[in-house]
């Protein structure tokens, strides 16, 4: 139990000194699998936020620009900012 914990201990040290950032720091535009369709949980949350916005949804964005338009969106809406 020991060893198993000092490898995943050794494994996400590893990985902070590769991605020292990690990955929710970089930018959508960077990322390899960002020109492919959004995923189902980003639709779903990106059609909240535009009802709430009053914004309309596009279904066809890719996953990159869908996480700039959730960042967006969080900050104009009501819901999110106390309004």
């Not at 492919?36 to 309309?56: F, K, N, V």
Request: net charge negative; aromatic share 4%; charged share 30%.
């Amino acid at each position: 139990m020991a060893q198993a914990k000092a490898h995943q201990d050794h494994d996400a040290d590893h990985n902070t000194k590769i991605h020292p950032e990690g990955n929710a720091q970089k930018d959508p535009e960077t990322w390899v699998t960002g020109d492919e369709p959004m995923t189902g949980a980003q639709a779903s949350y990106l059609r909240t936020l535009c009802e709430e916005t009053g914004t309309e949804f596009d279904e066809g964005l890719s996953k990159a620009k869908a996480s700039e338009m959730i960042d967006e969106l969080k900050g104009k809406s009501p819901r999110l900012n106390g309004g």
